[in-house]
């Protein structure tokens, strides 16, 4: 390696530290404001609705991303053809917007299915475009790539601004809804960003179903094994909201 291309990386090297170190500041800071921001406004019933919503989204994601976006990355760091990149990317982001459609379809069925949940359903829907937006993501292709600097400083831009619109629009009770947007509606915005990014650098193309087929088969380990993690990730959630109301969920997730 020239002297010239060692510098160069070493540039990159501390770029990149340097934006990681500002980005995990952020994800400390900005949740942080936000809770605290949001329970003052909403209070802690409306804050629990809220907080209750966001989590039945979070919670249908694995379902979603599966295990696609491993096996794309396992791929794609062995690649050097952008043609190749792209095919993967076409058939990762096709199978996840079907996974997206059949899951919102069920979510939708479990909040008829339990009354309780009617409170939801308002919020739920008006995230549902966050589960197709998980579902083109790009950020397995960017960390295939060596390029997760995109997907940092397109983090950090988002939460700035989602905490900034938080500041300025959320008030009260009435603002329940642009609390649930501004707060969990950039995450959306961050997949839209990483997917445009990356469709500008590869030619995304409509897989065959015979490549779908063979690309859920071999992602079904990963799938069910993010599927079983999620069950060990806050699912006293559930217990709660079915054993108590909104002001426990409230007080609990604000906690």
């Known amino acids: 390696m020239s002297a010239g291309a060692e510098e160069v990386n070493k540039v990159r090297l501390r770029f990149n530290l340097s ?9 400390k800071i900005v949740p942080f404001f ?56 076409g ?15 069920v979510l939708n069925i479990i909040i008829s299915v339990y009354p309780g949940y009617s409170e939801y359903r308002m919020l739920v829907n008006v995230l549902a475009f966050t589960l197709f937006t998980a579902a083109i993501e790009t950020v397995y292709v960017l960390s295939g790539t060596q390029r997760l600097d995109v997907y940092i400083i397109i983090s950090i831009v988002f939460k700035v601004i989602s905490l900034a619109s938080i500041v300025a629009f959320v008030h009260d009770q009435d603002d329940l809804l642009l609390y649930v947007l501004f707060s969990y509606g950039f995450n959306g915005l961050i997949g839209l960003a990483t997917f445009i990014y990356v469709r500008k650098q590869y030619d995304i193309r409509l897989p065959s179903w015979s490549d779908m087929q063979s690309l859920f088969v ?30 426990s969920l409230g007080f609990y997730t604000g906690a």
Request: proline share 2%.
């Open 19 to 27: 934006l990681t170190i500002i980005s995990e500041i952020l994800n």
């Open 34 to 89: 936000i809770m605290y921001i949001g329970q003052r406004a909403l209070g802690v019933e409306g804050f629990g609705i809220a907080n209750f919503s966001i989590y039945l989204i979070d919670a249908a994601l694995p379902f979603i991303v599966f295990g696609y976006s491993t096996l794309g990355l396992l791929r794609i760091g062995k690649l050097s053809d952008k043609r190749e990149v792209g095919r993967i990317v």
């Open 91 to 105: 058939q990762v982001s096709f199978l996840r917007i079907i996974h997206a459609a059949a899951i919102l379809i």
């Open 218 to 247: 071999k992602a079904l380990p990963f799938g069910v094994c993010s599927i079983l993690l999620m069950f060990s990730d806050r699912m006293e959630l559930f217990v709660i909201e079915s054993m108590s109301d909104h002001s």
